[in-house]
């Protein structure tokens, strides 16, 4: 199919929401910006050299869009599993995650620091654990 490609992150326009894509296998051809779908309004950018697959519309490949990442050798879940749902933060598997289980129905949230946040301030989860032990 002509108008689905895969090809890497060139450079990307944080501010647009968009990114250039250089395919391979087309002497290093770089699109213009192509918009990345948003998947619900959520940003997360991919990287530079990251794979990506393109659908470009029937006229030509001047016109597209960046559907986004896929699993592969070289790109792996950061976990696996049926019943596993798991969304990676930062630009490294394990840095920063959320992920749920259905077998024992666990909601694990990490990160380095995680700060809790609403109208009326905020707080650390280390904050809470350091009050809660003071009691």
């Given amino acids: 199919m002509e108008n689905i490609r ?3 992150i060139s ?13 391979s296998d087309r002497d290093d051809a770089v699109t213009k ?7 619900n309004d ?6 530079i ?6 659908v470009h519309l029937s006229n030509g490949s001047e016109l597209g869009y960046i559907l986004g990442g896929y699993w592969n050798i070289a790109h792996a879940p950061g976990k696996t599993g049926k019943g596993v749902f798991r969304k990676e ?10 992920e749920y ?11 380095d620091k995680i700060v809790l946040s609403c109208a009326d301030g905020e707080i650390t989860v280390e904050e809470i654990i350091r009050k809660l032990a003071n009691l």
């Fill in 6 to 8: 895969i090809g890497k």
């Fill in 49 to 54: 050299g990251s794979h990506v697959l393109v």
């Fill in 89 to 98: 933060y930062g630009s490294k598997p394990g840095m920063a995650y959320c």
């Fill in 101 to 111: 289980n259905d077998e024992n129905k666990i909601l694990k949230i990490h990160s």
């Fill in 11 to 23: 450079s990307i326009d944080y501010e647009k929401g968009m990114a250039k894509v250089m395919y």
């Fill in 42 to 47: 959520e940003y997360k950018m991919p990287q």
């Fill in 33 to 39: 910006l192509l918009p990345i779908l948003t998947f």
